[in-house]
């Protein structure tokens, strides 16, 4: 079994997530090899041995705490970099486009190396470069959201708020959220609703009292759209918040219908989702879905009636597909000119049918095809990158990235690059306190069982009111 040792324990989860950039699960399961990491730090001085029993090859860094309020994060950064020059060193035609980055908000480590280097853009480039070995291409498309991003308004008094609905038609093969299928708990809707109005409620009134503004709004799930028109009616009637962007996931475009799009309008929702993940029927059937093309084509006419911004999310990676089936989508979605497109690479997630089955996935070369094709094909068409974040056990180690016309959705650059609080209601939502003067960030995560929450709201409430206190 390949395993890390390292002096300072509270490294390894990090260092693992290293190992894993090179080796596959399979790998460091029957392979012995074992790498070992030393640090010492004095005063701001940090020095950095690591090695491995494969090889004699020795990786010895000294480098500096730049930012004396932050010790952990260099300490974590130089022994990363550490064990990646010695894993490279084992595999040096292995290109990894994000180098040795694990984490899953590259954008953010870029602003705060521009803190780092005095607002210098240029050097912060560089140390993604050449310390941290992203290649150039994506050190270039980094650049590009950020600034694609320099309107975004940040003020500790401004706050997002996100509320979830973890119901969906059926379950993705890939999806490992706590979404779970309405046929099986068809009994929990209502209470869940009730359970989740209270606490909207007592949302509001913790805004009042800390005189927040709102400055987005964001439903999503799971599928928002898999409640009635009515239900939907009641939600949204305790949701009272002049914003200028207000989200509501319709997802499925088999929970689409002209009821709940006028819901939707009647209640100023300004933005939705409708995702196809792919135009291939044949995949959608394999991936667990319960529509097919033309129902996305029906959805999306359906809601050109209204005055919605409309985002389209697209996979890449999904069942056994090759880059020419990914084309067509990618292409179809163009063609419908939606004002946002989202391309997420497929993530083999823990807990999901894909990874417990070992389900079918493209291969990460057709995957990589997949996503440079993407780029210069959107922006060929008009559309522009705002937001980007990575997950674990991605394929290829690549990343989502959310692009738009004209209208940037300002709770995905919140929520991804953490500009702002987040008061989040529902099972398994997670509420965030930001502080900007410390670059801080608290978070409270709501009971992920649906019967939990719905029996335990009031403990939910309390602690919510205990984070924003």
């Known amino acids: 079994m390949i395993k890390v040792d390292a002096n300072n324990e509270k490294l390894i989860d ?3 997530l290293v190992v894993k950039l090179f080796y596959s699960t399979q790998d460091i399961e029957e392979l012995d090899i074992v790498f070992s990491i ?15 029993s494969l090889d004699d090859f020795c990786v010895n860094r000294d480098d ?6 932050f010790p952990d994060r260099f300490t974590k950064r130089y022994a990363k970099l550490a064990l990646f020059e ?7 035609d292995k290109i990894l486009p994000w180098g040795s980055l694990t984490g899953i908000r590259p954008t953010k480590l870029f602003y705060e190396l521009i803190k780092e280097f005095g607002g210098d853009l240029s050097k912060a480039s560089t140390e993604l470069l050449e310390t941290f070995k992203v290649t150039r291409p ?7 959201i950020i600034k694609n991003q320099k309107n975004i308004m940040k003020n500790d008094n401004l706050v997002d708020l996100y509320i979830n609905i973890p119901f969906c038609p059926s379950k993705c093969y890939y999806c490992s959220f706590i979404s779970a299928p309405i046929d099986k708990c068809r009994e929990q809707l209502d209470p869940y609703l009730m359970a989740l109005i209270k606490e909207i409620d007592a ?10 503004i709102v400055k987005s709004i964001y439903i999503g799930g799971g599928t928002p759209t898999i409640l009635s028109a009515e239900q939907l009616d009641l ?22 219908t002209k009821e709940k799009l006028d819901v939707l309008a009647k209640h100023n929702v300004t933005r939705i989702s409708i995702n196809p993940q792919t135009f291939c029927n044949k995949t959608l059937k394999e991936i667990g879905r319960n529509h097919n093309a033309n129902d996305i084509l029906e959805a999306y006419k359906l809601a050109l009636n209204y005055n919605f911004v409309i985002n389209m999310d697209l996979i890449a990676g999904l069942g056994s597909e090759k880059l020419i089936t990914f084309k067509k989508s990618l292409n179809k979605a163009i063609e419908f000119a939606p004002d946002n497109i989202t391309v997420h690479t497929l993530s083999v997630k823990r807990g999901s049918e894909l990874k417990i089955d070992g389900g079918e996935t493209s291969t990460e070369l057709e995957v990589q095809k997949m996503i440079e094709y993407s780029y210069p094909a959107l922006i060929k068409a008009g559309y522009k990158p705002y937001y980007m974040y990575k997950q674990k056990n991605m394929l290829g180690n690549l990343e989502n990235i ?21 008061i989040a209601c529902g099972a398994n939502a997670i509420s965030k306190r930001y502080y900007s003067l410390d670059n801080k960030i608290e978070r409270f995560a709501n009971l992920k069982n649906i019967n939990e929450y719905i029996n335990r709201i009031d403990e939910m409430i309390d602690k919510k009111n205990s984070l924003f206190k």
Request: proline share 3%; glycine share 4%.
């Open 38 to 52: 030393n640090q010492v730090v004095d005063g701001e001085n940090i020095h950095t041995e690591c090695s491995s």
């Open 14 to 16: 990090e260092l693992n």
């Open 86 to 92: 010695i894993l490279q060193n084992q595999f040096p």
């Open 64 to 69: 500096k705490i730049r930012n004396h309020r």
């Open 203 to 212: 949302t509001r009134d913790l805004i009042l009292r800390k005189n927040y």
């Open 235 to 256: 939600l949204l009637s305790h949701i009272s918040y002049s914003v200028n962007e207000f989200t509501v996931e319709c997802g499925r475009p088999d929970t689409i």
């Open 402 to 422: 959310g692009y738009f016309r004209s209208n940037p959705s300002i709770f995905n650059i919140d929520s991804m690059e953490e500009f702002a609080s987040i």
């Open 138 to 144: 994506k050190v270039e498309l980094v650049k590009e």
